[in-house]
C-alpha cells in the first residue's frame, strides 16, 4: 500500500452512496481550516482507480473544489474489484 496525491477526476465510485450533508459540511469546515487528515482508500486496478469508502471527505474535498485527494492505494486484480461490486 502506498500513500499518493491523486486527481479526483480519475477516481471512480461504482457504489453510489447518500451521504450525509452535516457531516459533509462539517469536514468541508475543517479540511478548509486543517487540511485532510485521514486519506481515503482506493483500489488501482489496471491503472484505474476505484473508491469505496471515504465518501463523505471525498464530497467534501470535491465541493471545496481539491484537485487532488490524498489516498492510501492498494493494487488488487479485477477479482477483487468484482467482489466489491457483488
Known amino acids: 500500500m502506498r500513500l499518493e496525491d ?5 477516481i471512480r465510485r461504482p457504489l453510489p452512496r ?3 450533508p452535516n457531516k459533509v459540511k462539517a ?3 475543517s479540511i478548509a481550516e486543517i487540511g485532510l487528515q485521514e486519506p ?11 473508491g469505496f469508502s471515504g465518501c463523505h471527505r471525498y ?10 485527494i490524498r489516498c492510501r492505494v492498494r493494487r488488487a486484480p479485477k ?7 457483488a
Open 6 to 10: 491523486i486527481p479526483i477526476a480519475q
Open 18 to 20: 447518500a451521504n450525509d
Open 27 to 29: 469536514l468541508m469546515d
Open 40 to 50: 481515503i482508500d482506493v483500489l488501482e486496478v489496471d491503472g484505474q482507480y476505484y
Open 59 to 68: 464530497e467534501a474535498c470535491q465541493r471545496l473544489g481539491h484537485q487532488t
Open 79 to 85: 477479482a477483487v474489484l468484482k467482489m466489491h461490486l
